[in-house]
C-alpha cells in the first residue's frame, strides 16, 4: 500500500493587514477595498472554500517572529530542569510529556487575556510609517541579547496582535455571514491559547537522547546548547538551504503575487500520508491564527548544535489539507499569519463557514529540518450554548465514495493511495456524533478530546 498521494500546491488567499483595518475604521474610502476584503473572506472561509486565509504586512509582527521561533527549538533541546525553571519564570506551561526523548512535537503554551482594544490600530497612528519601515526590512523590535530573557514578553505581545487579527477576520466572518455570533463569542470570552511549537528533526531527536544518556557526565551543556543564527548568504536551491532575502520568495511567484486575494491551484508535491509531525484533525475553537512557519536546517558543531533558517521543503508549508477529497500541499508569503477556521464557528454561522481538516507531514529527506510555528486558538465562553440550527455537520471531506478514485479537478489516485485516504477519515470522529442541541461548548471540547484521543478513542494510540 502506497504512504504517499500526489498533493496539489496551494496558495492561500491573501490580505493585506492595511485593508483588514478597514473593518474598524470609522470613515473608510470609498474604494471598493472593503467589498473586496469581504469578497475574499466569503469566498476563502465559506462553504465552498478551503477554510483558510492568510494576512499579510503586518506592522512589527514580522520582527517578533523572527525573535521567538527560534526560541522553540532551543526550549526544546534544553534539559528539562534548566526548561522548567525558565518557563516557569516567563509563565508558560506545556501540554506533552517533555521528558519522553523521541516525541515528535514539544510545545509550550500560555493563556493570553485581551483587554478588548485594538493595540494593533493604536501603534500604527503612534508611528504613521510603522507598515512602510516593516516592509523594507527596517529593524522594529530586533533582537538585543539572549532572547530567552524576553520569552514571556514576545509571546505575550505577538500572541495579542494574533488576537486582534483574529478578532477582525471574525468581525469580516460575521458579516458576510449576516451573524453576529463569531466576533462576539470570541471577545466576551477574552482569553485565548497561545502555543510556541516545534516539530523535531531526526537530529534533534539524536541530540536529545545523547544528552539524556550524557547527564551526570558534565558534557551535556555542549551537546543539548543550540546556536541561532540567521543566513547571511541566502539561495533558493535545494531544500536545506538558506531562504532569500525577505520581499523575496520561491513559494510564490510574480504571477501570484498579483492575484493574492485568491487561492491559486499549482503543481504539487509527493505528501507523505503516514510519516506525520502532527496527525490529521479539525481544530474545534471558533478560528485558529498561525504564523507562517521557520524551517531551521541544523548541524552538530564542536561544542554545541547551531541551526540556520533554511527555505520551506519544496518551498511548502508542511501544512496539508484536505478538501473536496483532494489533498492540498499550503504554501503562504513567508512573514505572512494564517488564519484557520474552527469546527465552533462552524457551528455558530450555522453552517455558513468551513472548517478545516489538516495535518503536519514531515519533509521527506530532510533528516536535519526542523519546523517552528506560533498559534494563537481562539474561542467562545467555556459555557457558551452551541446553536443546532439543522444544517448538516458533516461536509464532503468525511466520505469518499469507493466507487470514484479521482479528486475532483484533480489527478487521478491509485487504489492504494485512495485506501489510505479512507484511512485518514476513519481517524476523525464525525462532527455530528460530537455535538447534541443545547451542548454548550465545554461539553463540546470533552466530547471531542474523548473521540480523538481518550480511552477507546480513534486517535488514542498516535
Not at 17 to 46: E, H, K, Q, W, Y
Request: hydrophobic share 35%; proline share 5%.
Amino acid at each position: 500500500m502506497a504512504e504517499t498521494a500526489q498533493a496539489t500546491a496551494l496558495d492561500i488567499a491573501e490580505l493585506p493587514f492595511s485593508d483588514l483595518l478597514l473593518l474598524i475604521s470609522p470613515d473608510p474610502p470609498d474604494d471598493g477595498r472593503r467589498g473586496r476584503l469581504l469578497a475574499t473572506v466569503a469566498t476563502a472561509l465559506g462553504r465552498g472554500g478551503t477554510g483558510l486565509l492568510s494576512i499579510s504586512d503586518v506592522p512589527r509582527a514580522g520582527a517578533l517572529r523572527r525573535r521567538l521561533l527560534p526560541l522553540a527549538r532551543r526550549l526544546a533541546l534544553m534539559d528539562h530542569a534548566s526548561r522548567s525553571q525558565l518557563l516557569k519564570k516567563h509563565g508558560l506551561g506545556s501540554d506533552v510529556p517533555l521528558k519522553k526523548l523521541d516525541r515528535s512535537v514539544s510545545s509550550f503554551g500560555q493563556l493570553l487575556r485581551h483587554s478588548g482594544k485594538f493595540h494593533l490600530l493604536e501603534s500604527m497612528n503612534e508611528e504613521p510609517n510603522c507598515l512602510e519601515k516593516a516592509l523594507c526590512g527596517y529593524a522594529i523590535g530586533e533582537p538585543k541579547g539572549d532572547d530567552t530573557e524576553q520569552l514571556g514578553q514576545l509571546v505575550e505581545e505577538l500572541g495579542l496582535c494574533m488576537m486582534e487579527l483574529g478578532i477582525l477576520v471574525a468581525r469580516a466572518c460575521d458579516i458576510v455571514t449576516g451573524g453576529k455570533q463569531l466576533e462576539k463569542s470570541i471577545t466576551d470570552f477574552g482569553t485565548a491559547k497561545a502555543r510556541l511549537i516545534h516539530y523535531h528533526s531526526e537530529l534533534d531527536n539524536i541530540i536529545i537522547k545523547e544528552s539524556s544518556s550524557r547527564r551526570g557526565k558534565g558534557s551535556i551543556n555542549k551537546i543539548a546548547a543550540t546556536a541561532y543564527k540567521s543566513c547571511p548568504q541566502r539561495s533558493e536551491s535545494s531544500q536545506g538551504s538558506c531562504i532569500r532575502p525577505e520581499g523575496e520568495t520561491t513559494a510564490v511567484t510574480k504571477k501570484q503575487k498579483d492575484s493574492k486575494d485568491m487561492p491559486i491551484h499549482g503543481q504539487g508535491n509527493a505528501v507523505s500520508l503516514m510519516n506525520l509531525w502532527q496527525e490529521w484533525h479539525y481544530d474545534y475553537g471558533v478560528l485558529t491564527v498561525l504564523t507562517a512557519p521557520l524551517f531551521l536546517c541544523s548541524t552538530l558543531g564542536e561544542e554545541s548544535s547551531i541551526s540556520e533558517e533554511c527555505s520551506p521543503p519544496d518551498g511548502h508549508t508542511c501544512l496539508q489539507l484536505f478538501s473536496k477529497r483532494r489533498i492540498f500541499s499550503v504554501r503562504c508569503s513567508p512573514e505572512s499569519f494564517i488564519v484557520q477556521v474552527g469546527e465552533a464557528a462552524d457551528i455558530l454561522s450555522g453552517g455558513k463557514l468551513r472548517s478545516t481538516l489538516h495535518a503536519v507531514s514531515r519533509p521527506y529527506g530532510s533528516a536535519n529540518i526542523s519546523r517552528e510555528t506560533f498559534v494563537v486558538f481562539l474561542q467562545p465562553s467555556w459555557d457558551k450554548t452551541l446553536p443546532y440550527s439543522g444544517h448538516s455537520f458533516d461536509g464532503d471531506d468525511e466520505s469518499i465514495d469507493g466507487d470514484n478514485l479521482a479528486f475532483c479537478d484533480g489527478p487521478i489516485i491509485s487504489s492504494s493511495e485512495h485506501k489510505l485516504l479512507q484511512e485518514i477519515l476513519k481517524k476523525i470522529p464525525p462532527l455530528s456524533s460530537r455535538v447534541q442541541e443545547g451542548m454548550t461548548f465545554a461539553e463540546f471540547s470533552r466530547q471531542t478530546t474523548k473521540q480523538y484521543y481518550g480511552g477507546g478513542g480513534i486517535q488514542q494510540k498516535n
